[in-house]
């Protein structure tokens, strides 16, 4: 195992360049991707010994003491010893990633702007085999850094669509056959009574706010998770895990049944 020794403190990279990964599976998974190009990896010797046991540590990487490492990350990065200069993915569009012959459902998050929700929300989506999220383009933080690391790699794998309109998404999603399913709270039908076997989008929005008014508007259906009358609400990344389960356990794939009128 090289690596290049390297005491310099150097300058973080210009805000339209490329993007830091930091954290081991975010870094490893980022390593595995071919549509990534690699700028600069630093490492610490222990971070280098697990990447190296299931990826060959590039010629590039250099040795550096974890906190040298957090001089390069913004403040209270858990990088885990280990951070990548990468450059940004291509952006994905929809009508190339997300089809109604596919075989699980489309998240669309309303609003939903936390860095770590966000990077949760596409972990569990890609757990249950979701061919996309789509997020808002202007709201949604940088497809990195703590976000990428709450995704634990799934980033590298799982297509994320930035969309200028989350209401024509959703239209362009139904005129492809998908009927959209919103996550909210009163007057919808419970989770469990829920049923369509066809494509499915899931909506949610951010947790207290919810789905917005315009884009319920574009939401087939209307559907909730039941709870006890204390709680008032689910965190949305632990949302996204109960309805995922739920909806992804219809047999999807299976000829469209007619879903419940709302």
Known sequence: MALHKNSKHTKPPREDGP?????????????????????????????????????????KAESLKPHQIDKLLPQ?????????????????????????????????????????????????????HAQAVIVQDRR???????????????????????????SRSL?????????TAGLAGEGAVPLPAY???????????AEGKGIREGVRGH???????PLAEEVESLNVATAAAVALYAVTNQDFGSPAESSPAI
Not at 91 to 101: F, G, I, Q, T
Not at 195 to 205: E, K, N, Y
């Open 19 to 59: 993007v830091w990964l930091y954290g081991r599976h975010a870094v490893l998974a980022a390593l595995k991707n071919a549509r990534r190009n690699l700028d600069r990896l630093v490492i610490t010797q222990n971070a280098a010994a697990w990447i190296e046991e299931q990826h060959k540590l590039p010629g």
């Open 219 to 225: 939401c087939d259906d209307l559907v909730s998770i």
């Open 76 to 128: 209270g990065a858990v990088h885990q010893g280990v951070a990548g200069l990468f450059s940004d993915l291509p952006r994905a569009r929809l009508k190339d990633v997300c089809s109604p012959d596919g075989t699980g459902p489309v998240v669309v998050l309303d609003q939903v702007t936390d860095p770590q929700n966000i990077g949760a929300i596409l972990r569990v989506a890609a757990g249950f």
């Open 171 to 179: 239209e362009a999603l139904q005129d492809m056959g998908f009927r």
């Open 195 to 205: 049923r369509h076997r066809g494509p499915l989008a899931l909506v949610m929005g």
């Open 140 to 166: 949604t933080p940088p497809l990195s850094g703590a976000l990428a690391k709450a995704a634990a790699g799934t980033l590298e794998t799982l297509p994320v669509i930035r969309a200028v309109n989350i």
